[in-house]
């Protein structure tokens, strides 16, 4: 089930969902709109031949902090990592579902590239997968709408929100952009299995 209008309204209020400094100018009948934030994260081509999912990747991103009355170009055909200015949660009965705007589909670009999906008990400013799918560059500017979310509630609590100890919840309470964390679900090789080798 999605939340409407006034339902997220309502589950604001009671805690069970967080937006915070709240604008119901950008309330839809069953979503809210987001805006885009000044932190992004560029890759550094010139040190980088290939990506290991296995190893830090952050060592060969940049960030841009872009002032809030500037802008931020997306060159064509380029990935770059933003982030939403909104910090946004659920408890463990809700989740939340990132969505693009229509209009910046219409301009070529995906905010998010596969992962629009925010668990049951995680808060945090969501980072954006952007991608300009045109030939030409995109500008973007902070505190442009970006994304939309809506709020889903489950069939029931999730036994385990994110966050919990060992589920290895890699960008719980995030309040600013990041790096993929994929390597941390590789186990490291011990010294003893090295030996043993």
Do not use: W
């Amino acid at each position: 089930m999605i939340l409407s209008d006034g339902d997220i309204k309502k589950h604001l209020a009671a805690g069970d969902i967080l937006i915070e400094d709240f604008d119901e100018a950008r309330l839809q009948p069953a979503s809210y709109d987001v805006l885009l934030g000044t932190d992004f994260l560029v890759y550094d081509h010139q040190n980088l031949s290939v990506i290991d999912p296995r190893e830090d990747i952050s060592k060969f991103m940049r960030k841009v902090i872009v002032p809030n009355d500037g802008h931020f170009v997306l060159q064509a055909g380029e990935f770059a990592l933003g982030m939403v200015a909104d910090f946004v949660g659920v408890g463990p009965e809700y989740a939340i579902e990132l969505m693009g705007k229509s209009s910046l589909a219409r301009l070529g670009l995906i905010i998010h590239t596969t992962a629009g999906f925010i668990d049951p008990g995680n808060q945090l400013n969501v980072t954006l997968e952007l991608f300009n799918t045109n030939k030409v560059a995109i500008k973007l500017y902070p505190g442009m709408k970006i994304a939309q979310i809506c709020f889903r509630k489950l069939s029931s609590p999730a036994e385990k929100p994110y966050g919990t100890k060992g589920l290895n919840s890699k960008y719980f309470n995030a309040r600013t952009v990041q790096a993929s964390a994929m390597h941390k679900n590789f186990k490291k090789p011990q010294k003893d299995d090295k030996k043993n080798k």
